[in-house]
């Protein structure tokens, strides 16, 4: 039971990403192709304990995640509040100041995405020498994309290529509505914890 807990922490991704319904379609993506590669995706979503503040939830995610995937795409201007949207990026220097808060601990790995790849050239200058991937504001190159970085992160030869991955997340997304209507669940309701597992559900029976 250790060695599985163990393996399963090693492989454990943080997503750092908007919860907004309009990112939807790309979060679902992103958590489909973590899955079918074999991680296990964590997020803020999924910590419920009315007992802990937000940043202490978080920090422990982050403590427990050697991988981060960090999307910066909705770091703009809220329209509604006039105010600019910090959550992901300091979610990001906290994922990234953790490996220096002491050297002992395993290096993190990183991956930084958003709509266009030099963006934040214009406001979080400070990652200039950082690769940040584009999605460009689709499921289908965020799927890409990650599959590239986890392959090389874990070094897996075997993976499965890019076109493939999107190729299955779009079956799911037909056979979701009926999944759906199996388990009693309504779409627009799922949680990250019932998404993510009818993910796994579905790719042990694909």
């Not at 090693?10 to 919860?19: E, G, L, M, T, Y």
């Not at 991680?39 to 939830?57: V, W």
């Not at 949207?85 to 220097?93: S, V, W, Y």
């Not at 990652?127 to 460009?136: E, F, I």
Request: hydrophobic letters at 40%.
């Amino acid at each position: 039971m250790v060695r599985r807990e163990a393996a399963i922490r090693h492989r454990a991704v943080f997503i750092n990403c908007p919860f907004d319904p309009s990112y939807r379609e790309i979060f679902d993506a992103i958590v489909f192709s973590v899955c079918l590669l074999g991680f296990e995706p964590r997020c803020a979503l999924e910590q419920d304990s009315g007992t802990e503040e937000r940043l202490a939830k978080i920090l422990k995610l982050i403590e427990q995640c050697p991988l981060g995937i960090h999307d910066l795409s909705y770091m703009k201007m809220d329209p509604r509040t006039r105010l600019a949207r910090h959550n992901m990026p300091f979610e990001l220097g906290l994922f990234l100041g953790y490996e220096f808060a002491s050297r002992k601990r395993p290096k993190k790995g990183c991956l930084i995405l958003d709509k266009e790849g030099f963006r934040y050239r214009k406001s979080l200058s400070d990652l200039s020498g950082r690769d940040v991937s584009a999605h460009k504001g689709t499921a289908k190159q965020a799927i890409v994309v990650v599959r590239n970085w986890l392959v090389t992160q874990s070094g897996r030869e075997d993976a499965p290529g890019g076109a493939f991955i999107v190729q299955q997340y779009r079956r799911f997304r037909r056979q979701l509505p009926l999944l759906c209507k199996t388990t009693k669940r309504k779409m627009s309701d799922l949680s990250f914890w019932d998404y993510r597992g009818m993910v796994n559900a579905w790719l042990r029976n694909a």
